[in-house]
């Protein structure tokens, strides 16, 4: 085996967690310098690798990239730039292929979605096409957990618990409120189209608080919703509602989409969340409070559930292992082996079943009137938000690392975009 | 001295360290049996006392008045209710001595904000006057932290740890997403017309991370905010914004009050945040983020700071120390020692100089140009956010207590608010 390089990009939104996937590939490639020569990382994603703006990672400190495991964000940079199909731009597609060549790099360590699990798949099959075969291994990545085969994604589990501990404590917050003051408390969450981050946050109905959840996977039905509110204040004085940014009316319009205008005429640009509370106000008269928890969510490294540390850092250490072992063409998996005691191990699947596949929540996930979580649905989700894994402090804030992200030095022509 | 029984009773906007006061309270009250009988919370705050709604704490488990220190929310409920100027409503004031009398209560700990300070007084001048002499001892306590006298108060620290905390990991999320994505992450903040929690997102600008912070303190300028904000683009490609929920413009709106309506017509309450963001993209075209953290902010005692806890159990601690020493319509205060090595000690003040005066941030903690902290500022927060106080876990979600909350036998008749 000669010695060749590799290249690692991050893709899509970033996570609380995948620069722990960053750390398990850098630090196992630096374990077989034999064979593996240096990583390279794409400065902002797969678009350092076709402006050739690589990183040179052999230049950041053990220390750094240890620290990388507690930082959240793309510590190399991420973008959301998919490369089309290959009949449609051959020629990003050939470029990669000729910058790989150029830096000599064999092994392509692909951290993200669908998306890039896709362009991951088209590489491996035209590198070899264009006879410098590349092995493109997928690093799987995303909060919204809709990536097929793997039992979960890295980066949900702490999203998963942030907005259960999150819905929790406002919740508790409200209930020592309601009696005089907020009786509606309304938390919006990301996941797109799908469910799963909503879903964590009705966990909180274990801890004895009213809760109603307002998936993606169910066709908003108002009347029925507000029915359904005014029935958990009335038996509780109060309610908390977890809504799903992906939330929708039977046409497909997200509830955020409300066709509202500024005072210059202007579309209004909200949230799901405050149309939500001035609908249950204006029907109800409840006193409400409404947060939209965006970025913080998917950032709050200082809130990482343990088990999605650990399964971010296994899955990048056995993307560099299976590419040593030969393999391409594939995605390191999360495989579980017992929800309680929670086991779980590495699998593989073929990148031809993982690009564009979507995996929805099960309809079985969700309660029969719609608004609610499964017992199924729980031993699903509790394994995923064990342990916390707490970043170390200086000086009262959390010691998160920044990469020197020192480039290396360009071989090729100018490459426009 | 004989034995008097004694009424606490949690006031206004909770916080995440509000129930760490009363353990303190009700921890050493428990250790004074010969002179504190019983100590009573009120049910939902002050309005338990006046329907002789009474809390028996004393069978709350010793392992459950512990766990309040790690619990957010109010335990024994509050409520936003003022009592109206003696003139105005005598009749509350003499119904809260009668309850007072029937239940053989001798102290009166109210904890909470400006509002409540002003109502201890009250009773204590009142009570005296009326035959019935109460030690009423006033407990600090806002996330606004707008109490004169004291150096801080408790629930500002852990908010203002939060906030920090949240806005460097959201702004470590754009700054990997901006090359193609995300330039602009807004932030909306709790502190009413003090920009205190607001200058604590200031604080990521130690972290290298291009800030501009809008104060209620400061006018709203649109034309030199934006081109504020188009510098920090140009000069570091994204920007984070942290604005107060009292940001206004010069004539006094606040910059949520834009004239919004939806499609029906009907005004639309939106955050401060949304405002900002469509404004830069309107102007300036970058896409943008916004979080509204709201009660997940004040409610987050998984992220508390060590320092805020501390210092809200020594204060409900020490409001029993005193009122056994004899004191009477005080507050016992944080006295700042030294910043660096923080030190800090109790120290009281007289209610009459607490009630009815509101703490500003000074100006000399606000930068020249209006948009960030001073050094001094810096030295006053870093010591209120040192340490991390995390709650017990139990199955991947905080250990929060829920009081048995067991009523007193009534003894008078119903009194109508």
């Known amino acids: 085996m000669t010695t060749k390089n590799a290249f690692y990009a ?17 630090e196992t490639a630096r374990q077989h310098k034999d064979k593996i020569g240096k990583v390279f990382a794409g400065r902002n994603g797969i678009i350092g690798a076709l402006t050739e703006d690589l990183i040179d990672t052999d230049l950041e ?31 990003e597609y050939e470029r990669l292929i000729e910058v790989f060549k150029a830096h000599n790099i064999g092994y392509f360590f692909y951290n993200g979605g669908g998306d890039s699990a896709d362009t991951c798949f088209k590489v491996s ?19 919204d957990n809709d990536l097929p085969i793997t039992d979960n994604c890295p980066g949900f589990g702490s999203v998963a618990k942030y907005i259960a501990v999150s819905t929790l404590e406002a919740s508790f917050d409200v209930r020592s409120m309601a009696a005089t003051s907020t009786k509606i408390f309304v938390i919006e969450v990301m996941g797109r189209h799908a469910g799963w981050i909503a879903a964590a946050g009705a966990l909180v109905e274990d801890h004895n608080i009213p809760v109603l959840t307002l998936f993606p996977e169910v066709e908003f039905d108002k009347d029925k919703f507000l029915a359904a509110v005014d029935a958990k204040v009335k038996e509780h004085d109060f309610c908390t509602i ?24 202007h579309a209004q640009l ?18 409400f409070h409404w947060a939209v928890a965006d970025y913080l969510q998917r950032a709050a490294r200082h809130l990482a559930s343990e088990s999605d540390v650990e399964q971010a850092y296994a899955l990048g250490k056995a993307a560099v292992e299976k590419a040593l072992e030969g393999k391409n063409s594939i995605m390191p998996t999360v495989v579980r082996e017992s929800s309680s005691p929670y086991k779980w191990s590495i699998g593989e699947a073929p990148l031809s079943e993982v690009a564009n596949v979507e995996k929805m929540m099960p309809m079985d996930f969700i ?6 979580i499964t017992d199924k649905c729980k031993e699903y989700l509790y394994p995923l938000i064990q342990g916390e894994a707490y970043p170390p402090y200086e000086n009262g804030m959390p010691k998160y690392v920044t990469m020197k992200g020192i480039s290396v030095e360009q071989k090729l022509e100018k490459f426009e975009l």
């Not at 309660?367 to 609610?372: A, I």
Request: charged letters at 20%; one cysteine or more; proline letters at 4%.
């Open 10 to 26: 991050q893709s899509g939104g970033v996570t609380s967690v995948i620069n722990a996937s960053a750390a398990g590939v850098i």
């Open 367 to 372: 309660s029969d009137d719609g608004y609610g």
């Open 242 to 265: 977890v809504v799903s940014e992906g939330c929708h009316w039977p046409d497909g319009t997200f509830l955020a989409e409300q066709g509202t205008r500024d005072s210059f005429g």
């Open 270 to 287: 909200g949230g799901a969340a405050p149309v939500v509370a001035n609908m249950i106000k204006e029907a109800l008269g409840y006193k």
């Open 61 to 91: 400190s053990a220390e750094d990239i240890a620290a990388l495991k507690n930082t959240p964000s793309g510590g190399f940079g991420s973008c959301r730039f998919k490369l089309k199909s290959l009949e449609d731009n051959k020629r």
């Open 125 to 143: 099959q035209l590198s070899e096409k264009m006879g410098y075969p590349v092995q493109a291994i997928h690093v799987p990545k995303t909060v």
